[in-house]
């Protein structure tokens, strides 16, 4: 199911999603949605997490009645669902539906260690 980058990207996304849950819980729905961006960008290289990240954005958009968002996660999560084993994500987008979702961005320098961190063989 996980293969070696899912497997050693995984705390880091948890940890983005565990952020995003907690700022659910305080009412910040902004913030939320930030470290799902975050989580995003981390797991896109996955199968699984581009997924999940993408299911966890459309219950956001749900939660918050964000039509817009709900048929654009709709989109990205069938997208995810068949274009990421190819590798064919643009890199460093945050994953919502204000920016292109064919749109390559730049990454975070710290999101960037963490990647390579996690491609390495190392």
Excluded at 4 to 29: D, F, Q, R
Excluded at 79 to 92: C, E
């Amino acid at each position: 199911m996980f293969n070696c980058y899912s497997k050693k990207i995984a705390p880091y996304v948890k940890t983005e999603l565990e952020l995003a849950a907690n700022a659910s819980k305080a009412g910040n729905i902004e913030l939320e949605f930030q470290y799902l961006e975050n989580a995003h960008v981390l797991g896109q290289a996955s199968t699984y997490w581009h997924i999940k990240v993408h299911v966890l954005m459309m219950f956001w958009a749900v939660r918050n009645l964000k039509l817009k968002e709900i048929i654009g996660q709709v989109f990205r999560i069938v997208g995810a669902s068949t274009k990421t084993v190819f590798g064919l994500v643009p890199q460093g987008n945050t994953g919502g539906t204000n920016v292109n979702p064919f749109k390559s961005m730049p990454i975070k320098p710290e999101h960037q260690l963490i990647i390579k961190k996690a491609k390495s063989n190392v």
